[in-house]
């Protein structure tokens, strides 16, 4: 193996290493916000958030802080609560300050949660892109969350309504079938091996798309061994359920 080989083969190893770490999710321990702009947000909480929330954020059985916190955000990304923040509060005033102000606000209740300062100040640009997760790592998404799956729609052998071949639950903050224009995406999605009860049948279409491909969405209840969706929609994004 000659020494013109091993230099070509590490180039082109160090000329991949950035592309895969480019890939990566960044998450809330990688510093997500500045110091600076959390002491901002701490100004802007307090005149705006503090009397609802307290000053320690503990109001309303701690929705911003601790393990509630956590439960209800992890394997999520920022944008979702800042959207969350900016939508309800401030009480009775909704959506009335700046997004920079919300992005403070933001980036306080992540420093009020232990999550590390960086040197970057949370974007617009940038703030989809950040996972909240624990600092052990990705988890399986929490039991009662909004979650959406892609699976196949079959009929039990009870006559009972089943998504199988189901890929990992995701969470999602809208109960809604999925926008036309994002359906092609789901069309080509790999399937998956989990297997998941429809709760609320109801919540059907009027003609169930019975042997397609669907994007589903709903409440996750976990059972061991009948693990359970209380669908809020389902559509068709294939005529089949090939893989």
């Known amino acids: ?36 702009q959390a002491k901002r947000g701490a100004a802007t909480y307090a005149a705006e958030c503090a009397r609802c929330h307290r000053e320690d954020l503990t109001g309303y059985n701690s929705v911003l802080i601790g393990n509630r916190f956590m439960n209800d955000w992890r394997e999520d990304t920022v944008d979702h609560f ?26 306080y209740v992540l420093k009020m949660n232990d999550f590390p300062a960086g040197t970057q100040e949370l974007t617009m640009n940038d703030i989809g892109g950040i996972r909240v997760e624990s600092k052990e790592g990705p988890e399986p998404v929490p ?17 009972a309504w089943m998504l199988t071949n189901a890929t990992e639950p ?7 079938p999925t926008p036309v224009g ?8 790999q399937l998956g091996t ?15 798309p019975l042997g397609h491909k669907v994007d589903a969405k709903g409440l996750l209840i976990m059972k061991t061994g009948d693990d359970r969706l209380n669908i809020t929609s389902v559509q068709a994004v294939a005529d089949s359920c090939g893989k």
């Open 1 to 36: 193996m000659t020494a013109k080989f091993l230099l070509s083969h590490a180039l082109i190893c160090l000329a991949v290493i950035p592309v895969l770490s480019a890939q990566a999710p960044k998450t809330v321990w990688q510093g997500a916000y500045t110091e600076d």
């Open 82 to 107: 800042f959207s969350l923040v900016k939508q309800t509060m401030p009480r009775g005033a909704p959506s009335s300050l700046t997004d920079a102000q919300y992005l403070d606000i933001v980036s």
């Open 143 to 159: 039991d009662f969350s909004l979650v959406e799956v892609v699976a196949c729609l079959v009929k039990g052998s009870d006559g």
């Open 170 to 176: 995701v969470r999602t903050r809208d109960p809604e």
């Open 182 to 189: 994002k359906v092609k995406a789901l069309q080509s999605k």
């Open 194 to 208: 989990r297997t998941f009860r429809v709760l609320d049948a109801t919540s059907l279409p009027s003609n169930p």
